[in-house]
Each structure stands twice: as C-alpha cells, then as structure tokens.
C-alpha cells in the first residue's frame, strides 16, 4: 500500500526527491514518515510530517537539507534531499501509522505501513 521510488545514484552535493505513493486508503489521517538504513545499521529516522499535513519532523543529521512534504490529492508523500552527502547513502523507506503518538514518531516499531525501499547512493 505504500510504494517508494525515486532512488538513485547522485554525487556528493547533489539533489534527489523520493516518493512514496499510498494506495488502498486515505492517509491523510495517518503520521508519514522517512527512515532510512545503511548497511550494518540499524534502521534510522529521517523525517515525518504530521496528519493532515501537520507538523513536520527531522533528524538532526539532516535539518536544513532534506523537506518532507505531502499531497493530499495525490495521497503522496515527499522527501526533497539537497545538499546529500555520501553518509546520506542508504535503502530509505517509507512509513505510515495513524495512531502513533507524537513521542513515538521517530522510533521505526511503532509504524504498521511500509513501503519496499529505494537505494539512494552518494559517491565521489
């Protein structure tokens, strides 16, 4: 129900926008949500953004350079990467839950939805 794309191979300083695609029911409702894992890692957030286009969320490591955004008629959500570096390489996923709450929004076992991954990778 959650279908992710856009990955792929980038240069350091480069940009990518991934997508992920929700089909079989409305998530307007539902908190939506980046993470992503690099191999040997555990899997880690990357950002979220709120139901119904609510309050958005975003680690550290990628403020001021990644933007999630959502349409709603498109029942589709967002991750704008800019500025990526090569640690920024990983299988990122996308996430859906409608009834998570705001402290548990960065912490991946309290999602429901899923998609399969796209591999972004930055080299030099």
């Known amino acids: 129900q959650l279908q992710a794309s856009g990955g792929g191979l980038v240069q350091p300083g480069g940009s990518l926008t991934l997508s992920c695609a929700a089909s079989?029911?409305?998530?307007?409702?539902?908190?939506m949500a980046w993470f992503r894992q690099a191999p040997g890692k555990e899997r880690e957030f990357v950002a979220a953004r709120g139901r119904n286009g609510g309050t958005t969320y975003s680690a550290d490591s990628v403020k001021g350079r990644f933007t999630i955004s959502r349409d709603k008629t498109k029942n589709t959500v967002y991750l704008r990467m800019d500025s990526l570096k090569p640690e920024d390489t990983a299988i990122y996923f996308c996430a859906a839950d409608q009834g998570i709450i705001q402290s548990s929004i960065r912490f991946p076992r309290h999602y429901n939805y899923w998609g399969q991954g796209t591999l972004v990778t930055v080299y030099s």
């Open positions: 079989g029911r409305t998530f307007s409702r539902y908190v």
